[in-house]
């Protein structure tokens, strides 16, 4: 009996040994899969913190664009509206002045589009502020003109 309940002992410590060991390596496996899970949660904050950087510039970019695009709408009018800084109507003045008959040659106007400033960022504003009224003025080479150049100036400027 003593012999049957040796085997049996061993048995069952032979079982008991077996079962830790299959739990050991259950518990590497199971450790091993926690550290992959946790590299590939560190590896995906990564991608995404870096998603969202590219998604900052991208918009960034977009915002500059735009900014540089009503620059480029802005820089377009200003040149088109050049006459603007001459007065109102100014272009529907030089039209009108195009198509009329002049006693001498065409007006020539406004002076202030054949002045260019040296160091403008220096010069311009005291230039304006004193010959402001010199440079929307126009030339005439017969008087006989200046009654007709003038009744459309005071209608321009209504």
Known sequence: MEVHTQARREETIR????ARTEVDEVDARVKEIVAKEEAKRAENEGIKRDGDQVDSTRKNAERRIMQIN??????QQ???????????NMKELMDQIDRMKWHGEKPLGPLGRFVQVKEPELWADLLRSQLAHLLTA????????????????DQSRK
């Open 138 to 153: 126009f030339a005439l080479t017969d008087t006989r003109d200046r009654p007709q150049l003038k009744r459309m100036l």
């Open 15 to 18: 079982k008991l040994q077996q």
């Open 70 to 75: 009503d620059m480029i709408k802005q820089c």
């Open 78 to 88: 200003q040149q088109h509206n050049a006459l603007n800084p001459y007065g109102n």
